[in-house]
């Protein structure tokens, strides 16, 4: 079974820009879930899909992110304006749903430098 | 407010000793915990699970325990190998099968042949 796809891999850039993140689940995962980790911190939870819709958002900076599953599968996660504070790995992640929603199956994920 | 905290950023251990790596919480509605492993410029992957209904779980090399009247889980790895080198999560979520998990700072093993 193919793994959990992200890209792209690295993305440097420039503060006040936007920059847009990319994540294919594995084949039949309803849950898609985007992460945020801070170098020497574990990953904190960002967003929550189950299918397309947004089961929890809570902790999404909503004035700079934002983040859509289309059509239940693929998903984006953009940042705009980025700030330095935003320099960080973003991992996407799916599980199957149901008794195993906590075993996620996580990307390689993006390194984010804002300069 | 961290809710689960890997108060050793790093361990070394000789290769066939064990590695013991520990976890506090403080959030006395967790009711799920997971020990995830990452290698570097990866995504962390899945290791072992308990549920707050038991006190140990095993599975191979990798055995998790936990105590819950003092909040606090530990990963047992016997023997350690250098393949075992990594860091490691520890993760805990609330009851319902949500999927939101709560990770700690991570601990980065380091086993030497």
């Known amino acids: 079974e193919a793994g959990v796809a992200q890209s792209p891999r690295y993305k440097i850039i420039e503060k006040r820009q936007s920059v847009a993140f990319w994540c294919n689940p594995i084949?039949?995962?309803?849950?898609l879930y985007w992460y945020q980790q801070i170098l020497g911190q574990g990953p904190k939870l960002l967003i929550q899909?189950?299918?397309?819709?947004?089961?929890?958002d809570s902790q999404l900076p909503k004035d700079r992110f934002s983040a859509e599953r289309l059509k239940g599968v693929d998903s984006t996660l953009k940042i705009q304006p980025a700030k330095l504070e935003d320099s960080a790995v973003y991992l996407c992640a799916s599980s199957r749903g149901g008794a195993d929603n906590e075993k996620l199956f996580f990307g390689s994920g993006t390194q984010l430098s804002v300069l | 407010d961290q809710q689960v905290k890997q108060n050793s950023p790093s361990l070394s251990v000789q290769e066939g000793r064990i590695s013991i790596l520990n976890c506090d919480y403080t959030?006395?509605?967790?009711?799920?915990f997971l020990w995830y492993k990452k290698y570097p410029a990866e995504g962390p992957t899945f290791l072992i699970s308990?549920?707050?209904?038991?006190d140990k779980n095993e599975d191979g090399r990798f055995t998790v325990f936990l105590n819950k009247s003092a909040k606090h889980l530990s990963l047992h790895i016997v023997p350690s190998q250098p393949g075992d080198s990594a860091v490691y999560f520890c993760?805990?979520?609330?009851?319902?099968?949500?999927?939101?998990?709560?990770f700690g700072q991570g601990t980065t093993l380091q086993v030497k042949p």
């Open positions: 084949s039949g995962h309803a849950t």
């Open positions: 959030n006395s509605m967790f009711d799920y």
């Open positions: 308990i549920s707050s209904i038991k």
């Open positions: 993760a805990a979520s609330y009851s319902g099968n949500t999927g939101k998990l709560i």
């Open positions: 899909f189950q299918n397309n819709g947004v089961v929890d």
